[in-house]
């Protein structure tokens, strides 16, 4: 029997399982394979399929990830909704380590990644106007709210390329553009969702100040070792969020995202 699946959830760096009693599914797609086995369990009796973006290992930097295969598994999975968490930087400084953003806005600063399906001779122009799905977003800020976490509702994410961290310029720059947080991960994810019509959301967990907060010398710049350390104290906090969104997710909803890709 083919394996199916109504909610996909990505996990990012120091987030690489998530639910037990999966079964776990090789998968094979147009564009390669996904960046590892894709783990299957039931909750509330939706299908939930888990794959960490950077495989299992963290084999994958950000620029290297196999987007176009992830996204297209998940589609043939037969899933609609995914929810996307990312350890992330602030840009500002009212946006703490240990906040979580739900972002609404993303600005890319990436360059070279796959980050189409329509590579010709079909070509679609999508619209990117509102990338995130309205309908997750809201239930993200509900079940953050009533988990007593500190959420911001909206906010600007950019996406460098990496795998370096940002300058203190480059990093100045973008906080006095006033976005909100910084990730190396959620371009093309989201918008390669976009394209095959499935909600998307991101949470971002942000672990650090990026390059550090101007006029502030006793905050550092971010460090590996510190995303993972802090990553890892609310690992539980992001699990437990994302696991009370699945149960009060609607799998038989009709969304506007689902529309996007006709
Ligand atoms: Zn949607």
């Known amino acids: 029997m083919e394996p199916k699946a109504d909610i996909g959830v990505f996990g990012g760096s120091g987030f690489y399982t998530f639910l037990d009693n999966v079964e776990e599914v090789e998968l094979d797609t ?3 394979r996904p960046s590892d086995a894709i783990a299957i369990a039931e909750v509330n009796g939706k299908k939930v399929a888990f794959l960490p973006r950077h495989g299992k290992d963290h084999r994958y930097p950000p620029h290297m990830i196999p987007y176009r295969a992830n ?5 043939q999975l037969g899933v609609k909704q995914i929810i996307a968490p990312t350890a992330s930087g602030s840009l500002q400084p009212d946006i703490k380590p240990g906040d979580f953003v739900v972002c609404d806005q993303f600005v890319d600063r990436t360059w070279g990644r796959k980050d189409t399906y329509y590579d010709g001779p079909v070509t679609r122009h999508i619209s ?11 239930l993200a800020i ?6 007593g976490i500190t959420v911001h509702e909206a906010g600007t994410i950019v996406i460098i390329q990496g795998p370096r961290f ?5 990093s100045q720059w973008f906080h ?3 976005w909100h947080v910084i990730n190396m991960t959620q371009y093309p994810e989201c918008m390669l969702a976009r394209e095959l019509g499935i909600c ?6 942000i672990t650090d100040y990026d390059a550090g907060l101007e006029g502030r010398d006793d905050i550092k710049p971010v460090t590996e070792q510190e995303v993972l350390r802090v990553f890892d104290q609310n690992n539980d906090k ?3 969020l994302i696991y009370n969104m699945i149960e009060r997710m609607d799998i038989s909803v009709h969304c506007s995202c689902h529309d996007a890709a006709q």
């Open 30 to 32: 147009p564009y390669g």
């Open 71 to 75: 996204l297209y598994a998940m589609k």
């Open 128 to 138: 990117s106007a509102d990338p995130y799905c309205p309908q997750l977003r809201l």
């Open 142 to 147: 509900d079940v953050a709210k009533e988990m």
């Open 166 to 170: 940002s300058t203190r310029a480059e």
């Open 176 to 178: 006095k553009m006033d």
């Open 200 to 205: 998307y959301v991101n949470i971002s967990l």
């Open 238 to 240: 992001v699990k437990q």
